[in-house]
């Protein structure tokens, strides 16, 4: 393990301060821990993760610091002494979610007429908090006497620094699953809404629609054929009312067609090609002189 692996793995700028070191530490020992983490390497990453922060967290050998360590140990010795005979009470964490990024996707309709989505999200449980059996409410390790010197100092494997566990059997790992309803206004101008219960909520529209510049656009294929002759077809709106399509003369893809009425929309034409031709009908093209 070198400097430079052991900032890699914990995700760590060029320079960075003691409390950042930490803060991504724990950010990262939760997201990895074995107990709530069930993908394959989660296991590896966590064993990574805690030999860089022990890397990281050896002081510089130069005298100063090693009285500075010194100090540190009786310190942090004395509270484990202190822990035990009388664990400290944890304090309640604030409600909060877990909840990643949410993608909500939209009929043409619902972007027009505004609609409303349910979404579950994680948030932490009321229970009761438990202090942590193995660190004593300290969030350390603490070695037995004997194998003082071999065990390395760090934020506790069980509690992952928390000094307290949660035991509930209505929660998972201290949280429960809460349905919120999320109101999506009509003809929303961001497609990113930061609901604060949530988090961030991306948004989008059901192919072949699509938002450009707050207008409503709808790819519309057409023939070649019909892209150098011209055509009359019927195109149903997102509500479901038909529209004569009356095009003369030649159109290219990306050309754009006005609906007319009261709904703002307009067709984009994508011109599809044939993947192969009749003989006799490209002896016939090259007759002609375009």
Known sequence: MDLSKAKSILELPQNYTEEELKKKYR?????YHPDKNKEPDANEKFSQLNQAYE????????????????????????????????PPIPQKQPKRSLQKDIFISLSAK????????????????????NICNYCGGSGFNIPPPTII???????????????FTQSCESCENGFVDKNITIHIAPNINSFE????????????????????DNKLYCNYNISLKESLTGFQKIFKDPYGDEHVILVNGIVKSNDGYQITGNLNLI????VIYPKKLNPLVIAELKKLDF
């Open 27 to 31: 950010s990262l020992a939760i997201k």
């Open 55 to 86: 890397f990281l967290s050896k002081p510089q050998p130069d005298p100063v610091n090693y009285q500075k360590v010194d100090d540190l140990f009786s310190t942090i010795f004395k509270n484990f002494t202190v822990n035990f005979q009388m």
């Open 110 to 129: 619902e972007y027009l007429t505004g609609t409303s989505r349910t979404v579950s999200v994680k948030e932490r449980c009321s229970c009761e908090q």
């Open 149 to 163: 010197n071999f065990m390395p100092l760090g934020p506790c494997m069980h509690c992952v620094g928390e000094g």
């Open 193 to 212: 809404i930061f609901n604060p219960l949530v988090g961030l909520i991306k948004l989008s529209i059901e192919e072949p629609y699509f938002v450009k």
């Open 267 to 270: 067709l984009v034409f994508n």
